[in-house]
């Protein structure tokens, strides 16, 4: 989980400067992807130490639906205004599908983690 927690951080790095480039520089908000992904990132490195991971993956998958929820919660509307076709719509709905794949993917890790305690 922690590789595929880094990996999700460069992925969302790439995002948000992809996407801060692409609208001209000229709103900080476009970089909001590359924040989660640098916190992904730190996270992913925290549970290096196999004393924290448990914990730090934990965080990660929190940080991952909140971020979730207040990418759709500011996408659904502009979808549903016919902006699909803005930059800054299009990049958070690639955010909404890297983190929801994430959380979903973190959530099977955990059931399959537990279930392996119990045997």
């Known amino acids: 989980m922690p590789a595929t927690t880094r990996l999700v951080g460069i992925i969302l790095m790439l995002l948000g400067v992809g ?9 900080v908000t476009a970089l909001i992807p590359a924040f989660f992904g640098v916190a992904f990132v730190l996270l992913a ?8 991971r448990k914990h730090a993956m934990h965080v990660a998958v929190a940080v991952g639906l909140l971020g979730l929820l207040g990418v759709l919660g500011r996408a659904i509307p502009a979808v549903a205004a016919g902006e699909i076709t803005r930059p800054a719509v299009l990049a958070q709905l690639v955010t909404a599908l890297v983190l ?3 959380v979903a993917t973190g959530v099977q890790s955990f ?4 279930r392996a305690r119990k045997v």
Do not use: F, K, P, Q
């Not at 490195?45 to 924290?52: F, I, S, T, W």
């Open 100 to 102: 929801a794949a994430y």
């Open 45 to 52: 490195y925290v549970a290096r130490n196999e004393a924290a």
């Open 111 to 114: 059931i399959a983690a537990r």
């Open 19 to 27: 996407s801060y480039m692409l609208t001209g520089r000229t709103s």
